[in-house]
């Protein structure tokens, strides 16, 4: 990647307040003498009085604090994290990214977080809140066989340092990333800005008179030795200050009668203050600099909200984009109003491109864009001409028009010309690679048909008709072709990778099938539609390809002797990079030297011998499913009989059975397993049925949701009845979980099909859809169209079904669209209301996903005791209005799904 940014994939929330989670447990008077029965009366008062979990009556907030899992599980959670590697321009060199341990302490978390307009910004640092960041680089020559590997370090920052947004100069002779403090040899502050001479090893700061503001930019390369920057203006002064007494209520109008339909976002300004604070934090100024010379200049007039300053493939230009006022209380900064600008590179403006509005009224509906110009950017392949796209519908799908899309070009040597019609789309818009003046693609899709078209044409004969290349339904995996390769430039810049004067591409794709992905690379004749195979994944290895491994050229390439870097896994072993070398690609006898560039230790020993396999079943209506069936080192179902078993899914919506019913997945990857993940259940002894497809269905003109409980339910029971014919799993000791959209799957099942399971773990997720009111997930309508569904599928409406315990687990930052932590509070208050087995844990300083190293470990602790309880020893619980254990039927006799 041209920047390797060290930024967490998960921008969580914080507060200075407690420091430990809080627990809710409720289980129903009818239950106790049930688990008196069962536990003993002795086990079951230390039951009632587990740490973190209290009576209905007791407070909600225990001071019992933070619990781990068993060490088993500690064991694979404090695995030292692997490297990121990262490949210099010229691909001769290996820059190894050091990382920190994988979970950052609560503490960290627990900083002061300001939510402006959907960010959250450290005021500290003047940047995204919850950065990662890395230790240190070192860098080697790519490896050759024979040689030793001689990893170098870098030197020169200061220690304790966090280092970030690291990037190649484009022609490798240097990296510049930026540095932080961790806080623990020296304050924390704001970012600064460091180079690292290749040739030397050795850093140095540049713009020492400056700090990043990196709330939106941080800086891009204007060539191998200029770099322009976002800094924090030097005369600012201190933060606004909230006044103690506020100046008038809050108020919101629309007296025009305007209509605004908007998902439920979260972090927007509330108030005049928030204004105040969001320019204060998210203004910036520009800087350039000569990396050699140190050399600096501001070279804009005045402090602006810049969101991007990205400079044209020669340098001498830059596409200035900066947010104004007036700002919204109902959209995050993404919608507020933008300038889009082109200037020089010293900084004098040469066009304004485009002024666009507040956009508070896009619809919500599929295939929705911003009216106006938009995608506004450089081509690659030339040195300074701006192409951009305007829908003809004002952004609404529901419009029919034609062509809904055309896209415009505009030299920047000539920025007082008028600008130039190039293509035009009758599908949305979706990106334009670009080659040269003879070839560039350009594709198209549309959600509602879920089709899309790729067409090359040529941008120097703007009159000549595209050629529809591909036309496909895109959620059919199995016949999509791959998509072309591209190569760098010596700007930096990448264009297509085009062979035999621009006749061939490579195309590069996953390769679907029935029996796996099987990933391949393609000689692709662009005029014929010919295909020739140069190299495709050999079982039993499942190997991708990432790039070609060719140096910086403005010359075509030519395909001898071209070199190809591919990962390469197997169940057992992590993936591993290696340079396949072809003397000459056409030659089916004479395979590809071979290079190994990396060789990473298993990061879970204690689990490479786990057992995985793809299963495949269909359910009630024909619609066939898949899932990986996990089961632990050494498991032989005839010898051990069938386990417990944690059902793990997320379900999906498709057009038709056939895209459904595809496999997605390989049996020959690599078991990953995440601090997160489901599969570390499997060294307790636990089978784990991980992704089984839970496809709702929608063909025609059928709306998915409308059926989404029946469908849901009955992809359920296929998936339970296939792991217990096969003797795999216990049909009385089955849990359900998942996580967001899972976890309201999760819930959904326990009410709909309670005799297919006999717990649930449900974390983050949203339980009541009346709270998301204009649409979800891939829903369209709102729920004033479409109450009966929304109700329907709506566990927190059900509440009064769900019989069987269930575990809820939330980030009290949650700052995911439509998962409120008020979503769990809701549905636990409801369950607690009547009589369910139930526990809240809600976990201080977290968002959507789990970040700090306690709120995971004891989330992994809360599982692991719920699925001890209710699962592994199975503890029945009455499942109806009486409080009376029903008896269960006769194992043997007994289909599975049938009631408990």
């Known amino acids: 990647?041209?920047?390797?940014?060290?930024?967490?994939?998960?921008?969580?929330?914080?507060?200075?307040?407690?420091?430990?989670?809080?627990?809710?447990?409720?289980?129903?008077?009818?239950?106790?003498?049930?688990?008196?029965?069962?536990?003993?009366?002795?086990?079951?008062?230390?039951?009632?009085?587990?740490?973190?979990?209290?009576?209905?009556?007791?407070?909600?907030?225990?001071?019992?604090?933070?619990?781990?899992?068993?060490?088993?599980?500690?064991?694979?959670?404090?695995?030292?994290?692997?490297?990121?590697?990262?490949?210099?321009?010229?691909?001769?060199?290996?820059?190894?990214?050091?990382?920190?341990?994988?979970?950052?302490?609560?503490?960290?978390l627990a900083r002061a977080e300001l939510k402006l307009a959907g960010l959250r910004v450290d005021p500290v640092q003047n940047s995204r809140s919850r950065m990662g960041g890395y230790l240190g680089f070192?860098?080697?020559?790519?490896?050759?066989?024979?040689?030793?590997?001689?990893?170098?370090?870098?030197?020169?920052?200061?220690?304790?340092?966090?280092?970030?947004?690291?990037?190649?100069?484009?022609?490798?002779?240097?990296i510049a990333f930026t540095v932080r403090s961790d806080g623990k040899q020296a304050a924390r502050g704001p970012l600064t800005l460091w180079i690292g001479e290749v040739a030397t090893l050795e850093c140095r700061r540049i713009l020492p008179d400056y700090h990043l503001n990196t709330v939106y930019e941080e800086y891009s390369w204007v060539d191998s030795e200029t770099i322009v920057a976002t800094?924090?203006?030097?005369?600012?002064?201190?933060?606004?200050?909230?006044?103690?007494?506020?100046?008038?209520?809050?108020?919101?109008?629309?007296?025009?009668?305007?209509?605004?339909?908007?998902?439920?976002?979260?972090?927007?300004?509330k108030d005049k203050?928030?204004?105040?604070?969001?320019?204060?934090?998210?203004?910036?100024?520009?800087?350039?600099?000569?990396?050699?010379?140190?050399?600096?200049?501001?070279?804009?007039?005045?402090?602006?909200?810049?969101?991007?300053?990205?400079?044209?493939?020669?340098?001498?230009?830059?596409?200035?984009?900066?947010?104004?006022?007036?700002?919204?209380?109902?959209?995050?900064?993404?919608?507020?109003?933008?300038?889009?600008?082109?200037?020089?590179?010293?900084?004098?403006?040469?066009?304004?491109?485009?002024?666009?509005?507040l956009a508070e009224d896009i619809p919500i509906v599929h295939n929705s864009c911003r009216a106006g110009r938009r995608s506004i950017g450089w081509r690659s392949d030339k040195e300074c001409e701006i192409a951009w796209v305007e829908a003809q519908d004002g952004g609404d799908p529901r419009i029919e028009v034609s062509?809904?899309?055309?896209?415009?070009?505009?030299?920047?040597?000539?920025?007082?010309?008028?600008?130039?019609?190039?293509?035009?789309?009758?599908?949305?818009?979706?990106?334009?690679?670009?080659?040269?003046?003879?070839?560039?693609?350009?594709?198209?899709?549309?959600?509602?048909?879920?089709?899309?078209?790729?067409?090359?044409?040529?941008?120097?004969?703007?009159?000549?008709?595209?050629?529809?290349?591909?036309?496909?339904?895109?959620?059919?995996?199995?016949?999509?072709?791959?998509?072309?390769?591209?190569?760098?430039?010596?700007?930096?810049?990448?264009?297509?990778?085009?062979?035999?004067?621009?006749?061939?591409?490579?195309?590069?794709?996953?390769?679907?099938r029935p029996e796996g992905k099987q990933p391949f690379v393609d000689l692709f004749d662009i005029e014929t539609g010919e295909k020739q195979r140069i190299w495709e994944s050999s079982p039993p290895h499942l190997e991708y390809p990432v790039s070609i491994m060719e140096p910086p050229s403005d010359e075509e390439l030519t395909m001898d002797g071209i070199s190809l870097l591919i990962s390469r896994e197997t169940p057992k072993d992590p993936p591993q990079y290696y340079v396949l070398k072809y003397p000459d690609p056409f030659n089916t006898t004479e395979p590809p030297t071979e290079n190994l560039i990396t060789d990473f230790p298993h990061p879970y020993a204690k689990l490479r011998d786990l057992q995985k396999e793809i299963i495949q079943y269909e359910r009630e209506d024909g619609t066939p499913l898949t899932?990986?069936?996990?089961?632990?080192?050494?498991?032989?179902?005839?010898?051990?009989?069938?386990?417990?078993?944690?059902?793990?899914?997320?379900?999906?919506?498709?057009?038709?059975?056939?895209?459904?019913?595809?496999?997605?997945?390989?049996?020959?990857?690599?078991?990953?397993?995440?601090?997160?993940?489901p599969l570390l259940h499997l060294a307790r002894g636990y089978a784990v049925l991980d992704g089984p497809t839970m496809p709702i269905i929608g063909e025609g003109d059928a709306e998915p949701n409308d059926t989404y409980v029946e469908q849901l339910t009955s992809s359920a029971r296929a998936a339970v009845e296939e792991v217990v014919r096969r003797g795999v799993a216990d049909p009385a000791r089955i849990a359900v979980g998942g996580h967001s959209y899972g976890a309201f799957m999760a819930a959904n099942l326990l009410a709909y099909a309670p005799e297919l399971f006999c717990c649930a773990i449900a974390r983050s997720g949203a339980y009541?859809?009346?709270?998301?009111?204009?649409?979800?997930?891939?829903?369209?309508?709102?729920?004033?169209?479409?109450?009966?569904?929304?109700?329907?599928?709506?566990?927190?409406?059900?509440?009064?079904?769900?019989?069987?315990?269930?575990?809820?687990?939330?980030?009290?930052?949650d700052?995911?669209?439509?998962?409120?932590?008020?979503?769990?509070?809701?549905?636990?208050?409801?369950?607690?209301?009547?009589?369910a087995t139930c526990k809240l844990v809600l976990l201080p300083h977290e968002s959507h996903s789990y970040r700090g190293k306690e709120s995971i470990l004891h989330g992994l602790y809360e599982m692991c005791e719920w699925l001890d309880m209710f699962c592994a020893q199975r503890k029945e619980l009455p499942d109806n209005e009486d409080g009376v254990a029903r008896e269960p039927e006769d194992k043997a006799a007994s289909k599975v799904g049938s009631s408990s």
């Not at 001689?150 to 970030?164: D, I, M």
């Not at 791959?482 to 195309?507: C, I």
């Not at 409801?830 to 009589?835: E, V």
């Open 815 to 835: 700052n995911n669209t439509g998962t409120f932590p008020m979503q769990s509070e809701r549905f636990y208050s409801a369950l607690q209301g009547h009589g």
């Open 138 to 174: 070192s860098i080697d020559d790519l490896p050759e066989p024979g040689k030793e590997p001689n990893q170098l370090p870098f030197t020169g920052f200061p220690e304790g340092s966090l280092l970030s947004f690291v990037s190649w100069s484009p022609d490798g002779k240097r």
């Open 273 to 357: 203050h928030d204004e105040h604070l969001f320019d204060y934090y998210a203004k910036s100024r520009l800087v350039m600099v000569s990396v050699p010379t140190g050399e600096e200049a501001l070279i804009d007039s005045e402090p602006r909200i810049y969101t991007r300053a990205t400079p044209s493939p020669n340098g001498k230009h830059l596409l200035v984009e900066y947010l104004e006022r007036p700002y919204s209380y109902l959209v995050p900064c993404g919608r507020f109003p933008k300038r889009v600008e082109l200037w020089t590179a010293a900084g004098d403006k040469l066009r304004e491109l485009e002024v666009l509005p």
């Open 403 to 512: 062509p809904r899309d055309i896209v415009y070009t505009l030299c920047a040597d000539d920025a007082q010309g008028e600008p130039e019609q190039l293509i035009s789309t009758d599908f949305r818009f979706g990106g334009i690679q670009w080659g040269d003046d003879k070839l560039a693609l350009v594709y198209e899709s549309w959600y509602k048909t879920r089709r899309s078209i790729m067409s090359r044409f040529s941008p120097g004969d703007r009159a000549a008709a595209p050629t529809v290349v591909f036309d496909r339904y895109y959620e059919d995996v199995y016949t999509d072709p791959g998509s072309p390769t591209t190569r760098r430039l010596t700007s930096g810049d990448y264009v297509l990778a085009t062979f035999e004067g621009g006749k061939k591409l490579l195309l590069m794709g996953s390769g679907h």
């Open 231 to 269: 800094v924090i203006p030097t005369n600012r002064g201190p933060p606004p200050e909230r006044p103690e007494t506020p100046s008038g209520p809050r108020i919101q109008s629309n007296m025009g009668g305007g209509k605004a339909q908007n998902r439920t976002y979260t972090d927007l300004l």
């Open 1 to 108: 990647t041209a920047k390797t940014h060290g930024r967490s994939p998960y921008r969580t929330s914080a507060r200075l307040a407690r420091a430990r989670p809080s627990s809710l447990t409720s289980t129903s008077r009818a239950s106790n003498s049930l688990l008196t029965k069962i536990l003993g009366q002795s086990e079951y008062r230390t039951f009632v009085r587990r740490p973190l979990s209290v009576a209905v009556q007791a407070e909600a907030n225990d001071d019992s604090g933070y619990q781990v899992p068993p060490s088993e599980i500690l064991d694979i959670i404090d695995a030292p994290p692997m490297p990121s590697v990262t490949l210099s321009p010229s691909r001769d060199k290996m820059m190894f990214l050091h990382r920190p341990p994988p979970l950052p302490p609560v503490a960290e």
């Open 768 to 813: 009541n859809r009346t709270l998301t009111p204009f649409g979800f997930q891939a829903e369209e309508r709102t729920v004033w169209e479409a109450p009966e569904t929304y109700m329907k599928m709506s566990p927190f409406m059900v509440a009064n079904k769900i019989k069987k315990p269930i575990l809820l687990i939330h980030g009290e930052e």
């Open 627 to 677: 899932a990986t069936l996990y089961t632990p080192p050494g498991y032989d179902s005839e010898r051990d009989g069938p386990l417990p078993t944690l059902l793990w899914a997320y379900p999906r919506e498709f057009k038709t059975k056939e895209a459904a019913g595809q496999l997605r997945d390989s049996p020959y990857r690599f078991s990953g397993i995440g601090p997160s993940s």
